[in-house]
């Protein structure tokens, strides 16, 4: 036993071994149209590397202690009774993540495997696989731990269907999904994915959400996102390893990879962390607003790996900023005069969180506490005998990022028309009008809801809409959580 | 025929889509616009609709106003 090789003297022939080819080229093992742009032999891609540097046995081990950890704690406290203790507008959180999380988490499973079989080193292939079972690891979990839920309400039920339907929402989540983890190459999913969405953004659910979870009392929650995060942690260091080689080769790609993906990312989480945080979290339990921990957990440390890199900050980065303050408030309030479109419900912001919502963000709440009172003002007089503030108008999404169009603020709302080959096109924002006119072919024959509305290929008719096309039903869509418009009295 | 059109009205927080009709007045639509969009923004007396940059009349139709499918316009209560 004495005589076996300390593990770094073998380490590096598991976890980084390449060789020559002498049979096929190397282009035809990793055509460009597989593994990506630009095209480098492997030479400039050898001293490829990452700071974890993981055996498979090690890594095994690791997961399995994981593993172990959020069963004992589900075990503790995850069960259907500790649910029910929770705030009724926080589980609205969980049914948004139960929803948009697992099958996400199972398309980054694909994305991860492509990488390992035409990432451009060993060692990043190796991290990819490893990446590949932490993402279908990321797909196990909620799925497991959420399951409970569904004998409490039919809505964590629906949630399963989620990814399965044409709800407006699940449009938006493919079209963003299976661009960056199911169609993307190796490389720009090391940017998009890797460098821009979990190592720019995810800290916004796996340190400042988990910090909330534990705020609200919902240990099972805090605990699978911090142990998902434990994961994210490694195998995020795929992106700045790329990146690294691809910015010595093609600055100008890597610059506009990291501006299209940080756009699309921050519109994602606006929604789905900025609403659980700054609308479903009851506010006793609030600690920080959305935009504080943006600004205390993303912004600076995004803008240091930009310059790491010696790489700008986005061209529109003055319009994200703006942004922060205004965005998923415009699509909250939007969403909640269209709550039956969805599979959560909403709460008004009472007096005490409009004041907090001032308080947090000056810049526009004159004007969005306008559009609440116009809300509130519809459930005076008869309180919980039906949900009122329904809107039935149709409303029209951008044809970039599928969302709502949402952009800018009440006074001005920044969506911007665009001709291509004939065809109109309608953009929530510049930076979604500019992603689209970078490579139109790849998005313009993607029909949003409006048009396949208007070829026929949805039902025009809300009713319609909302049972044949989103395959929802009244026990299952959106309501008011307080069905009073959130009044007290 | 109906023209599909993506109308924006100040002080609201999404843009709605509104089917008009070639002979409908810029007023008309200006008030389809704001009944819309009534459940977030209390409806005015009065209101101005532009259109490609230029405030209409209130009398033009869509037809005299070249408004074409899924073009914008916008809604400014006075």
């Known amino acids: 036993m004495t005589n076996l090789l300390k593990r770094d003297d073998w380490l590096d022939l598991a976890r980084k071994l390449d060789w020559n080819y002498k049979y096929v080229s190397e282009e035809d093992v990793f055509p460009a149209v597989a593994s990506g742009t630009p095209w480098l032999p492997h030479e400039q891609w050898a001293s490829w590397d990452e700071p974890f540097k993981t055996s498979y046995a090690e890594y095994v081990h690791n997961q399995h202690a994981k593993d172990d950890s959020v069963y004992a704690v589900r075990d503790a406290v995850g069960r259907l009774k500790d649910f029910e203790k929770l705030p009724s507008q926080w589980s609205n959180a969980l049914k948004l993540h139960a929803a948009a999380l697992p099958l996400a988490e199972f398309a980054a499973t694909v994305g991860n495997l492509r990488a390992a079989r035409f990432g451009r080193d060993s060692a990043w292939r190796t991290m990819s696989a490893f990446g590949a079972m932490d993402e279908y690891r990321h797909t196990q979990i909620p799925l497991l731990i959420m399951h409970e839920l569904i004998r409490l309400d039919p809505q964590f039920d629906w949630t399963h269907r989620f990814y399965h339907t044409n709800n407006w929402v699940a449009i938006a989540a493919r079209h963003v999904f299976d661009e960056l983890l199911l169609a993307a190459n190796p490389i720009e999913f090391a940017v998009g994915t890797n460098f821009v969405f979990e190592t720019g953004f995810t800290n916004l659910q796996f340190i400042g959400l988990a910090a909330l979870a534990d705020q609200v009392g919902d240990h099972m929650f805090e605990k699978m996102l911090t142990s998902i995060q434990t994961d994210e942690a490694r195998h995020a260091q795929i992106g700045p390893a790329v990146l690294r080689t691809l910015v010595e080769h093609d600055r100008d790609y890597a610059q506009y990879l990291l501006d299209k993906w940080f756009w699309r990312s921050w519109l994602l989480f606006a929604v789905v962390t900025g609403f659980s945080m700054d609308y479903l979290m009851p506010l006793e339990k609030r600690t920080t607003s959305f935009k504080e921990f943006m600004q205390e957990w993303i912004i600076d440390q995004y803008l240091e790996s930009l310059q790491q890199y010696g790489l700008k900050k986005p061209w529109y980065w003055e319009t994200f900023i703006e942004s922060l303050s205004i965005y998923h408030h415009m699509v909250y309030a939007s969403a909640y005069t269209y709550r039956p479109t969805v599979w959560f419900n909403f709460v008004v912001p009472g007096v005490d969180e409009r004041k907090w919502l001032r308080e947090k963000y000056p810049e526009h709440w004159d004007e969005l506490d306008a559009v609440w009172q116009q809300i509130s003002a519809q459930w005076e007089g008869a309180p919980g005998e039906q949900e009122k503030a329904i809107g039935s108008a149709m409303v029209s999404f951008c044809d970039l990022c599928q969302l709502v169009l949402c952009g800018g603020t009440p006074s001005h709302n920044t969506a911007e028309t665009v001709e291509f080959n004939g065809e109109s096109y309608i953009f929530c924002s510049e930076p979604c009008r500019w992603i689209f006119q970078q490579e139109p072919q790849r998005y313009a024959a993607h029909k949003g809801l409006v048009k396949r509305i208007l070829c026929g290929a949805a039902p025009g008719a809300l009713p319609q809409l909302l049972t044949e096309y989103f395959q929802l039903t009244p026990d299952t869509w959106g309501k008011d959580v307080t069905a009073r418009g959130g009044r007290h009295d | ?78």
């Open chain 2, 1 to 78: 025929m109906p023209i599909p059109l993506y109308g924006f009205l100040k002080g609201d927080t999404i843009g709605l889509l509104l089917l008009a009709d070639e002979t409908e007045t810029m007023q008309q639509l200006a008030a389809r616009l704001q009944e819309a969009a009534s459940v977030r923004v209390k409806p005015s007396q009065s209101a101005r609709l532009v259109f490609a940059g230029r405030a209409l009349p209130a009398e033009a139709t869509v037809a005299q106003a070249g408004m074409r499918a899924l073009q914008r316009f916008d809604v400014i209560p006075d």
